[in-house]
Nanobody, 127 residues
Framework: QVQLVESGGGLVQAGGSLRLSCAASGRTFSRYVMGWFRQAPGKEREFVAGINISGDRTRYADSVKGRFTISRDNAHNTVYLQMNSLNLEDPAVYYC????????????????????WGQGTQVTVSS
């Protein structure tokens, strides 16, 4: 089992940056594809970014491509989401999630494919 704890959310002006972190418990972090999702009020949870087990393949939603960067540190059981050029469409609760897979597992975008979730961290963008 994996427990996930997000941090780094907050209030930022449009055009600003935030870095989210997700710390995972357990010794099997390196067996999980990791993803970031977000959910705004009244909307469904949507895929933002994901990274494979070895960290050499990433996948992004079109809405964040070129602005957000996902990375992971398997030695420290942590996945990050660097968010730059934040705009008024980005505010949401951001969740990290873990998808158990084999070494060659791809990043999946369906929330239902992920096994474990954090509690979420709020990101707010002001104009």
């Amino acid at each position: 089992q994996v427990q996930l704890v997000e941090s780094g959310g907050g209030l930022v002006q449009a055009g600003g940056s935030l870095r989210l972190s997700c710390a995972a418990s357990g010794r099997t972090f390196s067996r999980y594809v990791m993803g970031w999702f977000r959910q705004a009020p009244g909307k469904e949870r949507e895929f933002v970014a994901g990274i494979n087990i070895s960290g050499d393949r990433t996948r992004y939603a079109d809405s964040v491509k070129g602005r957000f960067t996902i990375s992971r540190d398997n030695a420290h059981n942590t996945v990050y989401l660097q968010m730059n050029s934040l705009n008024l469409e980005d505010p949401a609760v951001y969740y990290c999630a873990a998808d158990f897979g084999l070494a060659y597992a791809r990043v999946r975008v369906n929330p239902g494919d992920y096994d474990y979730w954090g509690q979420g961290t709020q990101v707010t963008v002001s104009s």
